[in-house]
C-alpha cells in the first residue's frame, strides 16, 4: 500500500533526509520519501502490517524531529 501524509513542523531539510533513512530501515517498508519544500511523506509498506508501520514511522519521526508530526487522516 502506497500512501502520502502531511508533514506538520519539518523544520530543515536535513532532518527530512534523517526521517526518510530510518524510517526506510522498518521492517515491512518498501520505499518512503520525504520532501521538505512540499512538506509530505510518501510511505510504501506492507499492507497487512501498514497501521502498525506508522505508527512506528511517527515515533521515528518525533525522535528525529520532536515538533514535526505525521498527519494521519
Known amino acids: 500500500m502506497k500512501k502520502t501524509f502531511e508533514l506538520d ?3 530543515c531539510a536535513n532532518c527530512g533526509a534523517k526521517m526518510e533513512a530510518a524510517i526506510k530501515k522498518i521492517d515491512g517498508v518498501n520505499d518512503c520519501s520525504v ?3 512540499t512538506q509530505k511523506l510518501t510511505l510504501d ?3 497487512a ?3 502498525a508501520i506508522v505508527k512506528e514511522a511517527k515515533k521515528v519521526c518525533k525522535k528525529i ?3 514535526c508530526e505525521i498527519i494521519v487522516k
Do not use: G, N, T, V
Request: overall charge negative; glycine content about 0%.
Open 49 to 51: 502490517r501498514f497501521d
Open 9 to 11: 513542523e519539518l523544520d
Open 35 to 37: 520532501s521538505f519544500l
Open 45 to 47: 509498506a506492507d499492507d
Open 65 to 67: 524531529e520532536p515538533d
